[in-house]
């Protein structure tokens, strides 16, 4: 089973940014997607953004990031990345990162798609 173990979370002003990033133990040969969900306490774990691992490279956005989060991927180093700008209170949340190993019944939007999780890195919001 592939390894994913975020970093980069922390604790930062409404307004500023931050970058997570998540490496692999392994080259994730099988999958077709990484990404991001996030999970704020009491409410259940949601998509922030997808990037197609082989190909293209597209890249799919929650409507509540768009214009603020990019993800972006770098195949050489098995990695993927989470560009945080303009955060605000609400993106406060453990977020993890994951891989899929190809197609199956789930969207890219379901947390059920994806079969190898990170432990999740705290990002805090606040002033």
């Known amino acids: 089973q592939v390894q994913l173990v975020e970093s980069g979370g922390g604790l930062v002003q409404p307004g500023e940014s931050l970058r997570l990033s998540c490496a692999a133990s392994?080259?994730?040969?099988?999958?077709?997607?990484r990404g991001w969900f996030r999970q704020a306490p009491g409410k259940d774990r949601e998509f922030v953004a997808s990037?197609?691992?082989?190909?293209?490279?597209?890249?799919y956005l929650a409507d509540s990031v768009k214009g603020r989060f990019t993800i972006s991927r770098d195949i050489a180093k098995n990695t993927i990345a989470l560009q945080m700008s303009d955060l605000r209170p609400e993106d406060t949340a453990v977020y993890y990162c994951?891989?899929?190993?190809?197609?199956?019944?789930?969207?890219?939007?379901?947390?059920?798609?994806?079969?190898?999780w990170g432990q999740g890195t705290q990002v805090t919001v606040s002033s």
């Open positions: 392994e080259p994730t040969v099988n999958s077709a997607y």
């Open positions: 990037i197609m691992w082989r190909g293209p490279g597209s890249s």
């Open positions: 994951n891989a899929d190993r190809g197609p199956d019944q789930f969207s890219i939007y379901d947390p059920r798609h994806y079969a190898d």
